[in-house]
């Protein structure tokens, strides 16, 4: 038999209710679907709990469980995938921070969370953290840029523990808070106290940097502080590759995602112009797919993140909007690279509009195979058809089902 | 209620694709099957995973599954289950391999890794390898016919490893390889040193039978060498007696599947004529089925290969015809025994006529019982419909359902 490349495409947080603004249809409902639904003739389609039924997936957790690795095993927190999205080297046992440029007053009480969300100078304030603070106590410290007032903070050296607290109040009008052990060893006491000398000398950098000074002149708030939030142990996930025998690339402009994908020794690309966002060149990340398909990949992932986005901004026609595109993009792929693939859709989660954030729905999901099969001949792919399928499935069979799908699986057994 | 006896009928490879050649539907549409789908209207249905969705099982770990025991904790190699079914008695630690009789030229280069494939004089080979090798260093050794070709090979002793390579290439006119430790241990060099020295006696003993040299003179392949493959250990299983209750009895034909019923103690019967091909006699299993659930067993199992053995030769109008004689079979049977009893019929897994190969697509089951329960109403047992069908199972939960509607579970908790 042909083995077939294989196309995994995510739409995040794709899963949704129905919307008394859309008459009670779920986006996928009410969205133009003509790719999608013409290859929904010849696929496998049905519902797949991320996780398990009723666990409100994280987008890494689901990511991990999709690429077959069960969380519950592999999972360390975000952290370190944050900072791998954005570029950093990680070896085992660096700590990862997620933080943000925020705005504190003269008595550490923050004012804003974001330092006003966009910040244009972000680039310079990351380059002149990495310039004025490279150690700290003997600790090896370095700041990498993620999206809008987002950066990842990586800790590097011996003795250190992923065992404390965050020093994000998480709210406005709070004290930021002074880093503490979440455990009694000397790694967490110690990883505290370089957090809280870190905080300290990144206050005085920023505060004294002309670019705040310009900041406060033009009326904006300064990015005065970075909070961090939700340390992270790295460890080295098994590969890709060496579980699946399966070439990964992955394409995606998400950090989290990006970082996943690097952890499983994915290629990763983020083509011109993709956001992570609604208003991301969805075309751009066509043509990368396709070229992706191309080349020497097995399996290309494409992640889009506009559906998520709609969704947690409450905005019912701009998540239609996004399937609508993705559907397109459907559409260029099998223009590109011909019908002779198999194609997986789903989403990592549900963010259903009116609520706004993620919840433990199920997720529909559909399986193209070129090959000859008995197809679950659905009308429509959205979350009310896809009960009649005959896919009841969690995250971690998906992998298996590619590699059957695509022809490339083992014998388990004789 | 009434505690009914219970028929297991599992069709090797049953599962399909829709087939060109008949006119795209699979084979188990395009069979006539008045008596199954007349105990249907009273069954449950739907569609089986053997191991786990997408993942391709052999019938080994699929009827461990199926009987109860997940083969992730239990499966160990398929060598010493054809040896048991080959007829050795083993013991913990025995060390199984898989053999072929071939043919090799003076430099060792393999030939034939068959031997010409009939080999009539099998059984005086295997004989004259077990009168003049008994042991090689200490280790004792025996030999058990399998069928045409093929013999299984058992190493008894102490320290003794299954982490050594095959001596098999695998291919034609490549050299037999020796025999390498696959870890290191003393016990894995040792027994590859024990393999290469039997197998050096193997050739010399074969080589210097007058039954070869007649088959060479009759222009024949000599079998002057059994390469060996898929070294397993022996550990004793649990027995189907002590999990479920169930004093169960086996009927087949397949080495493979009898060594599975026999490691799990149950009574394995061969009836005459059955031979695990498309040629077996039907109607002798059958009446052997009818026999022994007459008898003191609870549980009867009834293995058809021919489903599997047409599906790898791609022959879709044999596949329908055995399913068909199923068919008769359970006719038959009902005959027999009449209509008390629990019946479930499924694969094993999916061997598509036009993919000749084991995949993970999941299997159609169907489970009938006597007592009134809200059946499926399938209006026909095959793929298609089985859709339709409540049971959306895995292996490991048959020998459950069975006790249930059998009337014989016990109940979990108070």
Redesign the interface.
């Known amino acids: 038999?042909k083995r077939y490349k294989i196309l995994l495409l995510v739409a995040d947080g794709l899963g949704d209710r129905p919307i008394r603004f859309l008459n009670g249809r779920t986006p996928l409902e009410a969205a133009d679907k003509p790719n999608l639904n013409s290859i929904l003739r010849s696929s496998l389609a049905g519902l797949m709990d991320p996780i398990e039924p009723g666990i409100v997936p994280g987008s890494d957790t689901s990511h991990l469980a999709i690429f077959g690795l069960n969380p519950r095993v592999y999972y360390k927190g975000r952290g370190s995938f944050e900072a791998l999205g954005a570029g950093a080297e990680l070896r085992e046992g660096d700590i990862a921070f997620r933080g943000n440029f925020a705005t504190i007053d003269e008595n550490f009480v923050v004012i804003d969370r974001r330092a006003g969300r966009r910040l244009d100078e972000a680039e310079q304030l990351v380059a002149l953290l990495n310039r004025e603070i490279q150690e700290v106590d003997g600790v090896r410290v370095r700041f990498y840029r993620g999206t809008e007032h987002r950066v990842s903070v990586v800790l590097s050296g011996e003795k250190l523990s992923d065992k404390v607290s965050d020093t994000d109040p998480h709210e406005v009008h709070k004290k930021i808070l002074r880093a503490e052990a979440r455990e009694y060893t000397e790694e967490a006491k110690r990883t505290a106290e370089v957090v809280n000398k870190l905080t300290d000398r990144i206050i005085s950098v920023l505060s004294a940097s002309h670019i705040n000074k310009e900041r406060i002149e033009r009326g904006l708030p300064p990015a005065n502080i970075v909070l961090l939030r939700g340390a992270s142990t790295h460890t080295e996930l098994p590969k890709l590759k060496d579980y699946t025998s399966l070439r990964g690339a992955a394409v995606s402009a998400t950090a989290l995602i990006k970082g996943v994908c690097r952890s499983l020794g994915m290629h990763v690309v983020t083509p011109p112009r993709a956001t992570g966002g609604v208003d991301t060149d969805y075309l751009s990340k066509a043509a990368h797919t396709v070229k992706l398909l191309k080349e020497d990949y097995d399996l290309v992932f494409l992640h889009i993140k506009a559906t998520d986005a709609a969704s947690h901004d409450g905005n019912a026609p701009e998540k239609v909007k996004a399937i609508e595109m993705i559907d397109k993009v459907v559409g260029r792929i099998l223009d590109g690279v011909g019908s002779e693939i198999v194609i997986l859709f789903t989403g990592d989660h549900a963010t259903p509009v009116e609520v706004k954030e993620h919840t433990g729905d199920p997720v529909p999901v559909m399986l193209y195979t070129p090959?000859?099969?008995?197809p679950?001949y659905l009308s429509d792919f959205n979350e009310r058809e896809a009960r009649k399928g005959?896919?009841?499935?969690v995250g971690l069979?998906?992998?298996?089902?590619?590699?059957?799908?695509s022809?490339r699986?083992?014998?388990?057994?004789?």
């Open positions: 038999m090959d000859s099969i008995v679950d005959s896919l009841k499935i069979n998906i992998m298996h089902l590619l590699l059957n799908y022809n699986a083992s014998k388990y057994g004789a």
